[in-house]
């Protein structure tokens, strides 16, 4: 059997607008000047606490510990209010039915949170398609490789069967520590020059790209 492990934002969804709105919430609500979009962005994917610690290195740990239950309780509230928009890449909803009718077993690795992971995967009526979920909940953060370790042992599946498939450095960072084949997404948040030296084998440009590397 074949394993593919996807990450989230940036890879299965463009949920960007959601992230730089509930960090520059977070940061207002803690009377710090919001962070350059452009910053984090290039930060989506680590778990909460590791981007804070780049966005605000000059804030003390009970700050960025505010900061990330700031963000926390932003992101939750707007999911409450219906105003979440966390639209699936064009393509992708397709891919993973054929990968799982093909019998692959198809997992998440992603910096979100349980909840907010069960949410996406909800509303999109993806749930089922996954064998198994790992967020920062429990785990460190990407690029350590507990997340992917965590999928080859509930699946079973052995590592030289699996790859991780996502849109940052990260990611690949991940896989490698893992011992996994690492693929890249272009549609994301890191381009393909760092994917490639983070240790991609290769760069999928479009999702069709990506099923003939898969299959």
């Known amino acids: 059997m074949k394993l593919a492990i996807f990450d989230c934002d940036g890879t299965l969804v463009d ?9 520059a919430h977070a940061f207002e609500q803690a009377g710090l000047p919001a962070p350059d979009p452009g910053r984090v962005r290039r930060l989506v994917g680590l778990s909460l606490p590791v ?4 966005l605000a290195p000059d804030e003390g740990e009970e700050t960025r510990r505010a900061l990330t239950a700031n963000y926390k309780a932003a992101f939750r509230a707007r999911r409450e209010q219906g105003l979440l928009d966390e639209p699936l890449y064009d393509g992708i909803a397709a891919l993973l039915t054929r990968l799982h009718r093909d019998g692959w077993s198809l997992a998440v690795a992603t910096g979100k949170s349980d909840r907010g992971l ?18 920062a909940d429990r785990h460190p953060s990407k690029p350590h490789p507990a997340m992917i370790e965590a ?11 699996a790859v991780m498939i996502g849109d940052t450095s990260f990611d690949m960072q991940m896989a490698a520590a893992a011992r996994i084949e690492a ?6 948040y890191h381009d393909e020059p760092e994917l490639r030296g983070a240790g991609a084998s290769h760069v999928a440009q479009t999702v069709a790209e990506l099923e003939g590397l898969l299959t």
Request: proline letters at 0%; charged letters at 10%; aromatic letters at 8%.
């Open 15 to 23: 949920g960007q607008a959601d992230v730089l709105w509930a960090m």
């Open 51 to 54: 981007a804070m610690r780049e």
């Open 118 to 135: 069960a949410a996406c995967l909800a509303g999109h009526g993806l749930t089922d398609l996954f064998a198994s979920l790992q967020t």
């Open 151 to 161: 999928v080859l042992f509930e699946t079973g599946i052995a590592a030289e069967n």
């Open 183 to 188: 693929i890249g997404v272009a549609w994301g």
